[in-house]
Nanobody, 119 residues
Framework: QVQLVESGGGLVQAGGSRRLSCAAS????????MGWYRQAPGKQRELVAV???????NYADSVKGRFTISRDNAKNTVYLQMNSLKPEDTAVYYC?????????????WGQGTQVTVSS
């Protein structure tokens, strides 16, 4: 079983930056995409950013121009660089890996890391 371990969360002032990391406990084969989701209190979990196996990226409109997703395949790690943080970015951030295809398709989730942005 693969474990995804997130780190980098914490308290940051508005306008500040934070980098989240998500490391897989071992290599994952047939990755389709790796991504970051977030869930604020009382809200549904939403996609923040995703990077495909081919390197294409996609971002939620609310974070475009401020957040950057990247990955290091050699380290089985995906990152989320968050700049110009706003109080509305406060949420638990979850790492996600989409792997496999057809009946072998599956998803791994991390345990989440809290990011709190103070005004």
């Amino acid at each position: 079983q693969v474990q995804l371990v997130e780190s980098g969360g914490g308290l940051v002032q508005a306008g500040g930056s934070r980098r989240l990391s998500c490391a897989a406990s071992r290599a994952i084969f047939s990755i389709n995409a790796m991504g970051w989701y977030r869930q604020a209190p009382g809200k549904q979990r939403e996609l923040v950013a995703v990077i495909t196996s081919g390197g294409s990226t996609n971002y939620a409109d609310s974070v475009k121009g401020r957040f950057t997703i990247s990955r290091d395949n050699a380290k089985n790690t995906v990152y989320l660089q968050m700049n110009s943080l706003k109080p509305e970015d406060t949420a638990v951030y979850y790492c996600n890996v989409d792997y496999g295809s057809n009946r072998s398709r599956g998803f791994y989730w991390g345990q989440g890391t809290q990011v709190t942005v103070s005004s």
